[in-house]
């Protein structure tokens, strides 16, 4: 059996173990997340606001989210 042939077995296994491996961590990640219920990486405590405080569409307002600051150039006179 040629050098390189089992190079490529190697290969080939580390490969498919690595694969394996990939999938069990998607896998508990997966049933982690249904029984917690949901998955907090990137959400903070103010990142998600209901729709009832979004005011409603008007077509020439301009768009002000929920407990934002106050536009500095809202007020300037013309």
């Given amino acids: 059996v040629p050098d390189w042939a089992i190079a490529l077995l190697v290969l080939v296994c580390i490969l ?4 394996i491996l990939t999938c069990l961590l998607m ?3 997966t049933c982690r997340r ?3 219920g949901k998955l907090d990486l990137f959400s903070t405590k103010d990142s ?3 729709m009832a405080e ?3 569409y008007q077509s020439h307002g301009r768009y002000v989210s929920p407990n ?3 536009n500095p150039y809202s007020q300037v006179r013309a």
């Avoid at 498919?16 to 694969?19: D, R, T, V």
Wanted: with cysteine.
């Fill in 54 to 56: 979004y005011p409603p």
């Fill in 68 to 70: 934002s600051k106050a």
């Fill in 48 to 50: 998600y606001h209901p």
């Fill in 34 to 36: 249904k029984s917690h």
């Fill in 27 to 29: 896998t508990s990640c």
């Fill in 16 to 19: 498919l173990l690595l694969s």
